[in-house]
């Protein structure tokens, strides 16, 4: 009897509170967000494509400036082969130049294709040349 004498006074109580602020501040709001409602979208959208461009700079800056293609002979060892490229500025051409290498030595060496971030490259010096001298 006296808990349902406490439940309809709350009850009671937040209707009046609910008709209060509905009709002296959530129609002044909404009529105050209905005159900027083209001005948030408009935030939105540019927030979204200040967002957009932050994540392709990041992404950009993280890929590496040259690729090299890494050449192995058939005992595992890295060697120079004097009428090859390279060194290149893009991945898609480094990646065709070692497709073609591959098709055109066969078995006889492997290439690998590998990002480098510096240009001047401290991989040429560290390559195992073939002698001609015997």
């Known amino acids: 009897m006296i808990f349902d004498l406490i439940i309809n006074t709350f009850v009671a109580l937040f209707g009046v509170a609910y008709r209060w602020l509905e009709q002296n501040v959530i129609n ?13 979208v408009m935030f939105v959208a540019v927030a979204f494509l200040l967002i957009t461009v932050y994540v392709i ?4 800056k993280r890929l590496p400036k040259s690729y090299i293609i890494e050449i192995v002979d058939v005992f595992g060892e890295r060697v120079n082969v004097d009428s090859l490229r390279h060194s290149f500025t893009t991945y898609e051409a480094a990646k065709s130049y070692s497709q073609f290498y591959t ?7 492997k290439f690998r294709v590998v990002g480098r971030n ?16 015997t």
């Open 57 to 60: 700079v990041n992404h950009v």
């Open 118 to 133: 510096r240009i001047a490259d401290p991989f040429i010096k560290k390559i195992n040349t073939p002698s001609n001298e």
């Open 28 to 40: 002044y709001v909404l009529n105050f967000v209905r005159g900027f409602e083209h001005v948030i």
């Open 103 to 109: 098709n055109l030595y066969g078995k006889q060496y």
